[in-house]
């Protein structure tokens, strides 16, 4: 037999078609970064260039009540007091982004709040880790085998609406029900992914919940390659676009991420294990592009039946897409609860009922007016170069 009837080596390029966070776990607050507010431009610091800059200009006992008192100025604006500029402290500039908001014009501050950082290199340069998208590829494969397996979708879909009534009558709190549809989403993916018959090294075989005897093992992808060309960011705002009385209305949100912009491409270097993946019927990487896109579809159907009509051009502008990345990206992306229901009037009122949990705060401060006779009931959005955008989209192809 040949090698490529075992495996397929290839070049996956992913192009970014709508600004993509891939968050780092950091948040930034108004001390720990430069916002020149006038210029619209924040300048990350590498850390230990800035402190010896602190440290030689004798700034050190007043940097310290600065960052520890309740002094409300920018960093930048401390800094300014001094004397100094962006170019006196050169050397510690890390990185450089546009901020695609006018807070001054909003709010009047000369700050970003908390900033929720890209995940980048050592070097400062951002890049997408092969875990963000296999974690993609993990949730469209399961969504592939349901609608293959309709004894599991059925039994599941019994089961999580039991769960959640027990715990809705219980008067259980949001994370409690969270918690049970996640641990249902575990146990769903050991029922379709766990299907590797191993042994030991006794010859006993190996419990099926155990995670090697999953065939995600068949699927290795890298981080994104090194690039020698700069990937450039910008700080960009949160917007939800929500129904209100059968109309859509945007709602900026104080809530600012770092975003790798549109058209930024990164390769991969991709490898199909098809003695693994042949277990789930997936024996070419061109089969696992096709899942790719039929979950990506699935996804925009729901969202287009509850915002088509009056954010069709959010729509038209992502067409070219094949997945969902990153943060912001919303609540049906990273569950597979409307794929399990029987019907889509029946996924619909579940999530409804999910999302009246999740939002009832939301909803109370908004006097009701929210409309809860649709689901999903908001869009997750952003602002860039004037243009509003759907979070997250991208494209992922072979390299021919």
Do not use: H
């Given at each position: 037999m040949r090698n490529n009837d075992f495996q397929e080596n290839c070049r996956l390029t992913l192009k970014i078609i709508t600004p993509v966070n891939i968050a780092d776990n950091t948040k930034l607050n108004s001390k720990e970064y430069l916002y020149d507010a006038k210029k619209g431009e924040l300048y990350f610091l590498n850390q230990i260039a800035w402190h010896r800059f602190i440290f030689t200009?004798?700034?050190?006992?007043?940097?310290?009540?600065?960052?520890?008192?309740?002094?409300?100025?920018?960093?930048?604006?401390?800094?300014?007091?001094?004397?100094?500029?962006?170019?006196d402290i050169k050397p510690a500039i890390m990185a450089k982004a546009a901020a695609h908001v006018n807070v001054m014009r909003q709010t009047g501050k000369k700050t970003l709040n908390d900033i929720i950082t890209q995940t980048k290199t050592v070097s400062g340069a951002a890049y997408i880790p092969g875990s963000s998208l296999k974690g993609v590829i993990r949730t469209s494969i399961l969504y592939n085998l349901l609608n293959?397996?309709?004894?599991?979708?059925?039994k599941y879909w019994y089961n999580v609406k039991n769960d959640f009534a027990a715990a809705k009558a219980k008067r259980f709190y949001a994370s409690k029900i969270n918690n049970i549809i996640g641990r249902i989403a575990a146990q769903l993916e050991t029922d379709l992914l766990h299907k590797l018959n191993l042994h030991d090294e006794k010859d006993k075989p190996i419990k099926s919940n155990n995670a090697v005897c999953s065939v995600?093992?068949?699927?290795?992808?890298?981080?994104?390659?090194?690039?020698?060309?700069?990937?450039?960011?910008?700080?960009?705002?949160?917007?939800?676009?929500?129904?209100?009385n059968g109309k859509v209305k945007d709602h900026p949100l104080p809530i600012f991420r770092e975003c790798i912009l549109p058209s930024a491409q990164f390769a991969f270097q991709f490898k199909l294990d098809k003695t693994m993946t042949r277990e789930i019927g997936i024996n070419s990487v061109d089969e696992l592009l096709k899942i790719l896109q039929d979950y990506f579809d699935f996804i925009n159907s729901i969202?287009?039946?509850?915002?088509?009509?009056?954010?069709?051009?959010?729509?038209?502008?992502?067409?070219?897409?094949?997945?969902?990345l990153g943060s912001n990206t919303g609540f049906l992306h990273k569950t597979l609860v409307m794929a399990l229901a029987p019907s889509r009037r029946e996924a619909v009122n579940f999530v409804r009922d999910i999302l009246d949990i999740n939002f009832s705060n939301e909803r109370n401060k908004h006097d009701g007016r929210k409309d809860t006779k649709i689901s999903p009931r908001t869009l997750k959005a952003t602002r860039y170069n004037g243009k509003t955008m759907l979070m997250g989209v991208g494209r992922i192809y072979k390299n021919e």
């Open positions: 200009k004798n700034l050190l006992s007043d940097y310290e009540k600065y960052m520890t008192g309740y002094d409300k100025r920018s960093l930048y604006e401390w800094l300014q007091s001094y004397g100094y500029s962006i170019d293959k397996n309709k004894s599991i979708q059925g995600m093992r068949g699927i290795s992808i890298s981080d994104s390659e090194y690039m020698t060309e700069t990937i450039p960011t910008a700080i960009l705002q949160k917007v939800d676009y929500s129904l209100i969202l287009k039946e509850a915002f088509g009509r009056e954010c069709s051009a959010l729509f038209d502008n992502i067409t070219e897409g094949n997945i969902y």
